[in-house]
């Protein structure tokens, strides 16, 4: 690295922040998630038409129904005793779900209470209404906007998306909103925060806890022993009106050949050198609001990697994993399916993954009330991480307060 000493004296501003937790006391609150934004439901295979479904999304419970085309989403919470309507939802006219204990029944549209099943006459009906969520149904997900009942205009989902990517020489992982591709994954439920999920995802000095991941054994990769960041462009800033807001870490050269993160490969205290040794391969991570992971040309060149940590309670998220393809014909459709399905879900998602999700359950601990955040000490690798977390602090379209139960309507 010929440009590595002027880059060492500039790598103390980029971790310079982490003195600065003021500047992101909103994150340090978003225990609960944030909201105004588009979060990932389920996926369009598990409602199958005429069904129910449920969720929790930064602890709001939620019932979803697909009749037809038409996808609904509501307010998992019957106004009269408040027990979920999900347990055992009724549906006895089409665009209604009626309670299974007295019979409140509500407008899937509107949330307005439209009858009750022993009581036709009683005042409350067309009184009380139960929140609705604005859905969006697209790349093989089902997305509901989780926010204030009257924020207005609703963003478009794509603001909430890592931004489409150019695919240049280097970079050429398809985008999932890209018309030629083909979207796969899984969900499942972590126990940890899900701002420890996120900053997992994308944490550039994690990577031992992958040493032992038979992917890496399987494919000869050079993974280094983490990477240092070298000056303020290790990590850039996407943050233009109106589009997907970002940050990524620049791990892959410059256009200009220059490299802004320098892989560590060896520490010679310890004896102990990086694995594999098929060269390097340009794996670039970003981490996007309202928290969506993007990771390109991984787990192979010209797949990329989606995680979504949804929250579900402040000790509970919502872990979605999903790869990318492209592809352009029936018969590479099958090739991709098959390949995933026998090979990269087992490998990626639990041979690999795995250990993702057993370290954010195991820094849950430290983290529960907080005190994470004041003892913590940071250091020259957790740069993206500082960054993340203030950047996400200016861009955040606002931040979830906690459930009613807990004492505060969101009403
Ligand atoms: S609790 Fe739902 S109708 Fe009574
Ligand atoms: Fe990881």
């Not at 002027?6 to 971790?15: I, Q």
């Not at 149904?137 to 207005?152: M, Q, R, S, T």
Request: hydrophobic share 35%; net charge negative.
């Amino acid at each position: 690295m010929t440009h590595q000493s002027s880059a060492d004296k500039s790598a103390a501003s980029v971790t310079s922040a982490k003195f600065g937790k003021k500047l992101y006391q909103p994150y340090i609150d978003a225990k609960w998630g944030l909201k105004n934004h588009w979060f990932p439901a389920l996926y369009s295979h598990e409602l199958a038409d005429g069904s129910f479904g449920s969720t929790t999304i930064c602890g709001e419970p939620i019932l979803l129904r697909r009749e037809g085309a038409a996808v609904h989403a509501i307010e998992d919470r019957c106004a009269h005793r408040g027990v979920k309507i999900s347990i055992k939802p009724h549906c006895f006219k089409k665009g209604t779900v009626t309670c299974w204990y007295h019979g409140f029944t509500y407008n899937l549209e509107d949330g307005l209470l439209t009858t009750i099943l022993a009581a036709p006459e009683d005042p409350l009906i067309g009184t009380l209404r139960l929140k609705t969520y604005p859905v969006q149904e697209k790349y093989g997900i089902i997305f509901l906007f989780v926010g204030d009942a009257d924020y207005a205009p609703v963003p478009p989902l794509e603001s909430d998306l890592p931004k489409p990517l150019e695919r240049d020489y280097k970079y050429f992982s398809p985008n999932l909103t890209d018309d030629n591709v083909i979207n796969l994954g899984i969900r499942r439920s972590g126990n940890a925060n899900w701002r420890l999920a996120v900053e997992n995802g994308f944490d550039p000095g994690h990577t031992l806890i992958h040493w032992k991941s038979p992917l890496i054994y399987a494919s000869n990769r050079s993974v280094p022993l983490g990477a240092k960041p070298l000056s303020d462009k290790a990590i850039r800033f996407f943050d233009q009106e109106g589009e997907p807001k970002g940050v990524m870490n620049m791990t892959v050269p410059d256009e200009d050949g220059i490299s802004h993160y320098q892989p560590i490969f060896e520490n010679k205290e310890l004896g102990i050198k990086a694995k594999g040794n098929s060269g390097p391969t340009f794996v670039r991570t970003s981490m996007w609001l309202p928290g969506v992971l993007r990771v390109e040309n991984f787990p192979a060149p010209g797949i990329s990697l989606y995680e979504w940590y949804v929250p579900t309670t402040e000790d509970k998220y919502d872990y979605w994993e999903m790869m990318t393809f492209t592809v352009n014909d029936e018969e590479q459709r099958i090739n991709v399916i098959d390949r995933y399905d026998n090979y990269l879900k087992q490998a990626v998602f639990h041979g690999f993954n795995d250990d993702d999700v057993w370290a954010r359950d195991a820094m849950q601990p430290f983290y529960q009330n907080g005190v994470g955040f004041d003892e913590e000490r940071l250091g020259t690798m957790d740069a993206v991480i500082v960054a993340w977390r203030k950047f996400l602090s200016t861009h955040a379209r606002g931040i979830q307060t906690p459930p009613k139960e807990l004492g505060k309507s969101r009403r």
